[in-house]
């Protein structure tokens, strides 16, 4: 291939660079050790979501209405910082 370059008018460092280069591979294969399955949470994080999943539904049940709208004057916003300060208190 070097040579090849050479002959199309190429500089010789630059066509044996281009040559080592092409003769390397790109890619590398991946150990198996990096193809892990995903991590388990852990036992703290599994008690947080279990807790604001608690609290999400009932500051939910407490600013919606029947029909599932949120109650005048409030947002979702509401219904998020009612969440989070029910779950501090559990």
Do not use: W, Y
């Not at 190429?10 to 193809?35: F, G, I």
């Amino acid at each position: 291939m070097e040579q090849a370059l050479i002959e199309k008018g190429v500089d010789a460092t630059l066509a044996k660079a281009l040559a080592k280069k092409a003769c390397e591979p790109t890619l590398q294969a991946v150990p198996s050790v990096a193809r892990k399955g995903a991590r388990k949470a852990k036992k703290g994080a599994k008690a947080a979501n279990r807790k604001l999943s608690a609290a999400f539904k009932e500051a939910n049940r407490r600013l919606r209405k029947k029909n599932g709208d949120l109650r005048s004057g409030k947002t979702q916003r509401d219904v998020a910082e009612l969440a989070h300060r029910l779950r501090r208190k559990m």
